[in-house]
């Protein structure tokens, strides 16, 4: 549910004028209003690598040619991992076309052999307990119950989804939400690289 409309591509420094090989690359969402929101067709050119830098979406029409289409993508024009975004506290507001686009998507992937995770978002406020403190993440049966959910929803397994709580009043680091955050990136990097070798074999 981004409300981002550009295809953007986030590099992490390293050092001065460096960077990780690791890149994101951000969507925008699927808007709940009918017509708005990132179009299925441009996600999964996405993961082809067809879709450049800075392109801005289309809800109501797919790219297909132009200045953004890349025609000729390499292996790392592609995307490695599919990673899904959702906030905890809105779970109840996933509609089922939500669901139907989720499926196609992850569908599209599965053929693509990508391996696709899911991020559970803002779950301090979707459990009082957590909020209260972070380390109750793991004994919340409030959380727990979102995380059954999606995996249900999306048919993803549940070893599959984790759980992230977002950086928004804090004003410092803090070591209990980067390590929930670096078990997910961690995953991310491992099946990443597992896919790489897969398609080298």
Do not use: W
Request: hydrophobic share 35%; with cysteine; aromatic share 8%.
């Amino acid at each position: 549910f981004g409300s981002f409309r550009m295809y953007t591509t986030y590099k992490i420094s390293n050092h001065p004028g460096g960077s990780y090989s690791l890149m994101f690359n951000d969507t925008m969402g699927f808007e709940r209003s009918a017509g708005h929101g990132v179009h299925v067709e441009d996600i999964k050119l996405a993961l082809k690598g067809h879709v450049k830098d800075g392109y801005k979406f289309n809800p109501k029409e797919p790219l297909t040619e132009g200045d953004f289409y890349n025609p000729s993508p390499t292996l790392d024009d592609r995307v490695h991992v599919l990673v899904s975004v959702f906030p905890a506290d809105k779970s109840s507001e996933m509609t089922g076309e939500d669901v139907k686009k989720m499926r196609e998507v992850r569908r599209a992937a599965s053929e693509m052999r990508i391996p696709q995770l899911v991020l559970l978002t803002r779950i301090d406020e979707a459990c009082p307990k957590v909020k209260e403190n972070i380390n109750n993440v793991y004994k919340s049966k409030c959380l727990k119950e979102h995380v059954d959910k999606c995996s249900s929803l999306l048919g993803i397994p549940l070893n599959c989804v984790f759980l992230v709580k977002n950086y928004h009043s804090e004003t410092k680091v803090n070591d209990d939400i980067h390590a929930l955050i670096l078990v997910a990136l961690r995953q991310m990097v491992s099946v990443g690289e597992d896919f790489l070798n897969d398609l080298q074999d």
